[in-house]
C-alpha cells in the first residue's frame, strides 16, 4: 500500500544502478531473475485470485436451471443483486457494524497503547501480553467461548449481575445479539490493533516529548498533538484491517447463530448470504453474483478510505 | 525499516528505562490511574480465558451450576475425564481434528512464507518487464476480501476434484498478497545492494546471493509472515467449511463448532458440552504457548505492516 512512499532513495539507487550498469548486458540478463523469483508466487496469485474472480464473475452473469442447464442472462444477478431486499438489509448490517465496531476497536486499542507507551512497569508488559492474548485465540472458539459466557444457562453473567441485585439481561435475544456481536470483535482485536498502534509509538524518537515538556504540554497534549498525528499511518492501517473483516463479517455471527435461536437469520450479513446460497440452496450463479458485489463493496470502500485519508497514511 | 530495529531495541530495554525515569521524574510515583485502567482492560480481556480454563475441569452437571459457579473451580476436577473423553468420543476424533489444524497451518504458512518471501525479494531486486504493473494489481488484491473467493474457489476446485481433501484448504492458503507486500517493502531497505553487488563481483550466482546474503538479513520479516500466515490459516473458518464435508478432514475449529451445532439442537440428549469446553481449552494451548514464546519477534514485527 505505500510503494510510493520510499521512492527517493530507490529511485536514485535505480538511476544511479542504471547509468552504471546500462553498457553491462549481464545487468539486463540479471532483471529477468526477478520473474523467476516472482513466478511460484505468480501461479499461485492466478490460480487462487485471478482465476477465481474470473470464474466467478463469469459464473455470476449465468443462471442454472435444472430443465435449461446454464442459461447467459447478462447482469440480471447483479440487478437481482442490487435490488434483493436480503443482501441490501446484510449491506447495511454489515454498515452499521462498520459504524460501531470499527470506532470500539480503535479506541480500546488507541488508548491502551497510549497508557502502555507512557509506562514501563512490569505490569504494563504483562498488561500488554494479556490485552493481546485473544488475538491467540481462533476467531471460532472466541466465538464459541463468549456464547457460552452470554448463555443464561452457563455464563457468569446472572452471577455477576446478581451481585448488583440486578437481573442479567439476555445477550443473545434479539435486540441485544447486535451489541454482543461488537463485544466478540472488540475483544478479539483490540489486542492485536494495540500491538501495532503501540510499536509505531515506541518508533517516535522520545526526544520530541522533552521538548514539549519543556514548552509546558501536558501529558494529555503531548498523547493528543504529537502521538497520535505522528502514528496516523498506523492508525490507516488498522482502519483498513478493521474495514476489510468488518464488511466480510462471517465467521462470528455463523457460529453464534447456534446459541442465538432466532436472532441471528442465514441471511444476517452478506458472506452468510452467499454461503447459505450455495450450500443450502446449491444457488451458485446468485451466490456468486452475490460475492463478487460484496468484493466490489469491500474493494471500493476500502480505496475510497484510503483516498480520503491519504494525507495522513502518507500516500500521495 | 529503522522502526522495526528501534522498536525491537526499545523493547530490550534501551529506551524502556529512560522512559521510566522520564514518567518518575514528571509525575514523582507510579501513575495509579493508568494502572487501574490497565487492570480493567486485562480482567476484561482475560476473563472469557479464565473461564473456559476453569470450565475445562468440570464435567457438563458442574458447568450447569456446580459448587464453584462460572468462575471458579468445583469441588469436584473432571479434567482428566474430559480428556479421556475426547479420546473416547468417535475414536478420539477431536485429535485428528487437532492434527489437521496443525497440518493446514504449518503447510500453508509456510508455504506462503517461502512464496512471499520469494516474490517480496524478487520485486525488491530486480526490475523485470511487467514488475510495476503487476506489482500494482497486487496492491489491489490486498484489499480484495479473500472470503468472496472461497465460493468460486469452491467451485473450481470442485471441478478438478479437489474438494474433500487437504489440497482444498493447503493450497488456497498459500495466497498472501499481503505477506509479498510486508516482504518488499522490507526487503527493499533491509537488503541493500552494494552488498548484493559485491557478493555477484565475487562470482555468487543470482541464487547464492539470494540464500547467503538476503536470507539472514530479511529473518524478521520472513518471522512477522510466518506467524501472521499461519494465524490466518488457523483462524480460517469459511473455507474449510465450504470445501470439506468428511468428518476425517476437519480443522479443529469446524469440528468443534459442528459438535456446537449438534449439542444447541439437543436431539437425543447430545450432552457434548463437557467435551466441546476441553477441545476448545486444548485447542488455544498451542497459538498462546507460540506467542508467548515468541514474544521478541512478534511485538516488532507486527508494525512492519504500518511502515511508511
Same mark, same amino acid.
Given at each position: 500500500?505505500?510503494?510510493?512512499?520510499?521512492?527517493?532513495?530507490?529511485?536514485?539507487?535505480?538511476?544511479?544502478?542504471?547509468?552504471?550498469?546500462?553498457?553491462?548486458?549481464?545487468?539486463?540478463?540479471?532483471?529477468?531473475? $526477478?520473474? /523467476?523469483? =516472482? *513466478?511460484? !508466487?505468480? %501461479? &499461485?496469485?492466478?490460480?487462487?485470485?485471478?482465476?477465481?474472480?474470473?470464474? @466467478?464473475?463469469?459464473?455470476?452473469?449465468?443462471?442454472?436451471?435444472?430443465?435449461?442447464?446454464?442459461?447467459?442472462?447478462?447482469?440480471?444477478?447483479?440487478?437481482?443483486?442490487?435490488?434483493?431486499?436480503?443482501?441490501?438489509? $446484510?449491506? /447495511?448490517? =454489515? *454498515?452499521? !457494524?462498520? %459504524? &460501531?465496531?470499527?470506532?470500539?476497536?480503535?479506541?480500546?486499542?488507541?488508548? @491502551?497503547?497510549?497508557?502502555?507507551?507512557?509506562?514501563?512497569?512490569?505490569?504494563?508488559?504483562?498488561?500488554?501480553?494479556?490485552?493481546?492474548?485473544?488475538?491467540?485465540?481462533?476467531?471460532?472458539?472466541?466465538?464459541?467461548?463468549?456464547?457460552?459466557?452470554?448463555?443464561?444457562?452457563?455464563?457468569?453473567?446472572?452471577?455477576?449481575?446478581?451481585?448488583?441485585?440486578?437481573? @442479567?439481561?439476555?445477550?443473545?435475544?434479539?435486540?441485544?445479539?447486535?451489541?454482543?456481536?461488537?463485544?466478540?470483535?472488540?475483544?478479539?482485536?483490540?489486542?492485536?490493533?494495540?500491538?501495532?498502534?503501540?510499536?509505531?509509538?515506541?518508533?517516535?524518537?522520545?526526544?520530541?516529548?522533552?521538548?514539549?515538556?519543556?514548552?509546558?504540554?501536558?501529558?494529555?497534549?503531548?498523547?493528543?498533538?504529537?502521538?497520535?498525528?505522528?502514528?496516523?499511518?498506523?492508525?490507516?492501517?488498522?482502519?483498513?484491517?478493521?474495514?476489510?473483516?468488518?464488511?466480510?463479517?462471517?465467521?462470528?455471527?455463523?457460529?453464534?447463530?447456534?446459541?442465538?435461536?432466532?436472532?441471528?437469520?442465514?441471511?444476517?450479513?452478506?458472506?452468510?448470504?452467499?454461503?447459505?446460497?450455495?450450500?443450502?440452496?446449491?444457488?451458485?450463479?446468485?451466490?456468486?453474483?452475490?460475492?463478487?458485489?460484496?468484493?466490489?463493496?469491500?474493494?471500493?470502500?476500502?480505496?475510497?478510505?484510503?483516498?480520503?485519508?491519504?494525507?495522513?497514511?502518507?500516500?500521495? | 525499516?529503522?522502526?522495526?530495529?528501534?522498536?525491537?531495541?526499545?523493547?530490550?530495554?534501551?529506551?524502556?528505562?529512560?522512559?521510566?525515569?522520564?514518567?518518575?521524574?514528571?509525575?514523582?510515583?507510579?501513575?495509579?490511574?493508568?494502572?487501574?485502567?490497565?487492570?480493567?482492560?486485562?480482567?476484561?480481556?482475560?476473563?472469557?480465558?479464565?473461564?473456559?480454563?476453569?470450565?475445562?475441569?468440570?464435567?457438563?452437571?458442574?458447568?450447569?451450576?456446580?459448587?464453584?459457579?462460572?468462575?471458579?473451580?468445583?469441588?469436584?476436577?473432571?479434567?482428566?475425564?474430559?480428556?479421556?473423553?475426547?479420546?473416547?468420543?468417535?475414536?478420539?476424533?477431536?485429535?485428528?481434528?487437532?492434527?489437521?489444524?496443525?497440518?493446514?497451518?504449518?503447510?500453508?504458512?509456510?508455504?506462503?512464507?517461502?512464496?512471499?518471501?520469494?516474490?517480496?525479494?524478487?520485486?525488491?531486486?530486480?526490475?523485470?518487464?511487467?514488475?510495476?504493473?503487476?506489482?500494482?494489481?497486487?496492491?489491489?488484491?490486498?484489499?480484495?476480501?479473500?472470503?468472496?473467493?472461497?465460493?468460486?474457489?469452491?467451485?473450481?476446485?470442485?471441478?478438478?476434484?479437489?474438494?474433500?481433501?487437504?489440497?482444498?484448504?493447503?493450497?488456497?492458503?498459500?495466497?498472501?498478497?499481503?505477506?509479498?507486500?510486508?516482504?518488499?517493502?522490507?526487503?527493499?531497505?533491509?537488503?541493500?545492494?552494494?552488498?548484493?553487488?559485491?557478493?555477484?563481483?565475487?562470482?555468487?550466482?543470482?541464487?547464492?546471493?539470494?540464500?547467503?546474503?538476503?536470507?539472514?538479513?530479511?529473518?524478521?520479516?520472513?518471522?512477522?509472515?510466518?506467524?501472521?500466515?499461519?494465524?490466518?490459516?488457523?483462524?480460517?473458518?469459511?473455507?474449510?467449511?465450504?470445501?470439506?464435508?468428511?468428518?476425517?478432514?476437519?480443522?479443529?475449529?469446524?469440528?468443534?463448532?459442528?459438535?456446537?451445532?449438534?449439542?444447541?439442537?439437543?436431539?437425543?440428549?447430545?450432552?457434548?458440552?463437557?467435551?466441546?469446553?476441553?477441545?476448545?481449552?486444548?485447542?488455544?494451548?498451542?497459538?498462546?504457548?507460540?506467542?508467548?514464546?515468541?514474544?521478541?519477534?512478534?511485538?516488532?514485527?507486527?508494525?512492519?505492516?504500518?511502515?511508511?
Amino acid at each position: 500500500m505505500a510503494t510510493t512512499t520510499a521512492p527517493t532513495s530507490s529511485h536514485r539507487a535505480e538511476a544511479h544502478q542504471q547509468v552504471k550498469h546500462r553498457p553491462d548486458r549481464n545487468y539486463r540478463r540479471r532483471q529477468r531473475w $526477478g520473474w /523467476l523469483f =516472482v *513466478a511460484p !508466487f505468480a %501461479l &499461485i496469485f492466478l490460480t487462487f485470485l485471478v482465476l477465481p474472480l474470473v470464474f @466467478a464473475f463469469r459464473m455470476s452473469l449465468f443462471t442454472s436451471t435444472l430443465a435449461t442447464g446454464d442459461r447467459f442472462v447478462g447482469f440480471a444477478n447483479y440487478a437481482k443483486a442490487f435490488t434483493d431486499p436480503l443482501f441490501l438489509d $446484510g449491506l /447495511l448490517t =454489515v *454498515a452499521k !457494524f462498520g %459504524l &460501531i465496531m470499527i470506532p470500539a476497536q480503535m479506541i480500546v486499542a488507541l488508548i @491502551a497503547a497510549l497508557v502502555l507507551d507512557n509506562l514501563a512497569t512490569w505490569a504494563s508488559k504483562f498488561s500488554r501480553l494479556m490485552i493481546f492474548i485473544p488475538y491467540a485465540v481462533p476467531v471460532v472458539i472466541g466465538a464459541l467461548m463468549w456464547g457460552f459466557l452470554y448463555s443464561p444457562r452457563f455464563g457468569p453473567a446472572s452471577t455477576l449481575f446478581a451481585l448488583f441485585g440486578a437481573e @442479567a439481561p439476555n445477550f443473545l435475544a434479539q435486540d441485544s445479539i447486535f451489541g454482543s456481536l461488537v463485544n466478540i470483535v472488540t475483544w478479539q482485536w483490540a489486542g492485536y490493533y494495540m500491538i501495532i498502534i503501540y510499536a509505531a509509538l515506541r518508533g517516535i524518537d522520545p526526544g520530541i516529548y522533552e521538548a514539549a515538556v519543556l514548552d509546558g504540554a501536558s501529558d494529555r497534549q503531548i498523547a493528543t498533538r504529537i502521538k497520535v498525528p505522528m502514528i496516523s499511518s498506523s492508525l490507516v492501517m488498522v482502519v483498513i484491517f478493521a474495514l476489510i473483516g468488518t464488511l466480510q463479517f462471517f465467521t462470528e455471527p455463523q457460529v453464534l447463530r447456534g446459541v442465538a435461536q432466532g436472532a441471528i437469520p442465514t441471511d444476517y450479513t452478506p458472506n452468510m448470504y452467499a454461503f447459505s446460497l450455495a450450500f443450502s440452496y446449491s444457488q451458485f450463479n446468485y451466490a456468486s453474483a452475490i460475492s463478487f458485489a460484496l468484493g466490489i463493496v469491500v474493494f471500493v470502500f476500502s480505496f475510497f478510505f484510503l483516498f480520503l485519508t491519504r494525507k495522513q497514511s502518507g500516500l500521495k | 525499516m529503522a522502526l522495526v530495529t528501534d522498536t525491537l531495541d526499545s523493547q530490550q530495554g534501551g529506551r524502556g528505562r529512560s522512559a521510566a525515569s522520564r514518567t518518575r521524574a514528571r509525575s514523582g510515583g507510579p501513575r495509579i490511574g493508568s494502572h487501574i485502567f490497565l487492570l480493567i482492560l486485562v480482567i476484561y480481556f482475560i476473563t472469557p480465558i479464565w473461564w473456559l480454563t476453569v470450565a475445562s475441569t468440570k464435567d457438563t452437571a458442574g458447568l450447569f451450576g456446580g459448587s464453584g459457579g462460572p468462575l471458579w473451580f468445583d469441588d469436584e476436577f473432571h479434567f482428566v475425564d474430559n480428556v479421556q473423553g475426547l479420546f473416547d468420543r468417535q475414536n478420539g476424533i477431536y485429535w485428528r481434528w487437532l492434527g489437521n489444524s496443525f497440518l493446514y497451518a504449518i503447510s500453508g504458512g509456510v508455504g506462503a512464507t517461502v512464496l512471499a518471501v520469494l516474490a517480496g525479494y524478487g520485486f525488491a531486486k530486480y526490475r523485470f518487464r511487467g514488475r510495476g504493473a503487476f506489482f500494482g494489481i497486487l496492491l489491489g488484491a490486498v484489499m480484495v476480501p479473500l472470503t468472496a473467493l472461497v465460493i468460486p474457489t469452491f467451485v473450481l476446485l470442485s471441478e478438478v476434484g479437489l474438494v474433500n481433501t487437504i489440497w482444498a484448504v493447503i493450497l488456497p492458503s498459500l495466497l498472501s498478497p499481503f505477506g509479498v507486500y510486508l516482504m518488499r517493502v522490507f526487503a527493499q531497505e533491509a537488503v541493500p545492494d552494494e552488498l548484493l553487488d559485491a557478493a555477484r563481483i565475487d562470482g555468487a550466482g543470482e541464487l547464492r546471493t539470494f540464500f547467503t546474503i538476503a536470507l539472514p538479513l530479511l529473518r524478521p520479516a520472513i518471522v512477522t509472515v510466518l506467524l501472521l500466515s499461519v494465524v490466518g490459516t488457523w483462524n480460517n473458518f469459511f473455507l474449510p467449511l465450504a470445501v470439506l464435508s468428511d468428518p476425517l478432514l476437519l480443522p479443529v475449529t469446524v469440528g468443534l463448532n459442528g459438535w456446537t451445532a449438534l449439542s444447541n439442537a439437543g436431539s437425543g440428549g447430545e450432552a457434548l458440552w463437557n467435551l466441546i469446553t476441553t477441545g476448545a481449552f486444548i485447542s488455544i494451548i498451542p497459538l498462546i504457548i507460540a506467542f508467548l514464546s515468541l514474544q521478541k519477534y512478534w511485538q516488532g514485527g507486527l508494525s512492519l505492516g504500518s511502515l511508511k
